[in-house]
């Protein structure tokens, strides 16, 4: 199995037994992705001490106050390192106010060319309010219109009603923990129409742990448990949904 997204430098407990839990239950290759610039060296870092460990570095939205060139230069230099497989998270957050609308924009557009000159994919935060659909809207035409052909991962898909465009666009979907939560079901119903080759689970850990730990902080894995819920609303066996994510993951991330 693999965790297409996740966050080891805020995990519980030290790194390597996190690491190695995730191992023991299996999860082969994990993205631990970097939300600033604190933290993109640090995912770096754990990427190079474990050799199951790749690297996403960005800005996370919520994060873009004060993106300015020299956020720019920093991001596309980490980007090259040879471990690191993505870049992002980015995207547009409205769900909170961390950061204003027009630095998230600025930010999120300029990660998206860092992603086309290093021919990496683009790893997708969305999140609107209640009932809002004005970031994902806006992000999907940000990327219609300038991300050319790179590849792009709606990171803890949260979208059912776009699923459908989102396969159009041959674009993947990543399903974290909270496609297990008992009010989940149009996320259950989407993670059944995802295409065969644009599916990926994820923890984002240490955040959305799924239903059988939840109120425990997550970590990589328990994605194991995510995957078990993912393969049953397709219909499929683990084993067939685990050859298939892998497969996904490994194609999009050269692992």
């Known amino acids: 199995m693999i965790d297409s997204h996740t966050h080891l430098f805020l995990c519980e407990g030290p790194e390597a037994e996190v690491v190695a839990a995730a191992r023991e239950a299996g999860v082969g290759r994990m993205l631990t992705v970097g939300m600033d610039a604190r933290t993109n060296p640090a995912a770096i870092e754990a990427a190079e001490r474990h050799e199951e460990v790749y690297a996403a570095v960005g800005r996370h939205p919520n994060e873009a106050t004060g993106f300015d060139e020299e956020a720019v230069i920093e991001i596309a230099r980490l980007g090259a390192h040879g471990k690191v497989r993505a870049i992002g998270e980015t995207g547009l957050d409205f769900y909170r106010d961390h950061a204003g609308r027009e630095e998230q924009r600025r930010a999120f ?9 290093l021919d990496l994919p683009i790893v997708i935060h969305a999140r609107d309010p209640e009932d809002g659909s004005e970031a994902i809207d806006e992000i999907f035409a940000t ?31 990543s399903f974290a923990g909270n496609v297990t939560y008992p009010s989940a ?32 902080r997550n970590e990589p894995a328990n994605v194991v448990a995510t995957a078990r819920l993912v393969a049953q609303v397709r219909g499929v066996s683990y084993e067939e949904l685990e050859r298939t994510v892998e497969a996904n993951a490994r194609e999009l991330f050269g692992w």
């Open 109 to 117: 557009a300029a990660q998206i060319e860092i992603a086309r000159e």
């Open 143 to 173: 990327l219609d219109a300038g991300a050319g052909g790179q590849p792009v991962i709606l990171h803890c898909f949260s979208a059912p009603q776009r699923v459908a465009d989102a396969a159009d666009r041959g674009w993947y979907c």
């Open 185 to 216: 079901e149009a996320l259950r119903e989407a993670a059944a129409q995802v295409p065969e080759g644009r599916i990926l689970v994820e923890t984002d850990a240490p955040y959305l742990s799924p239903q059988e730990v939840r109120g425990k």
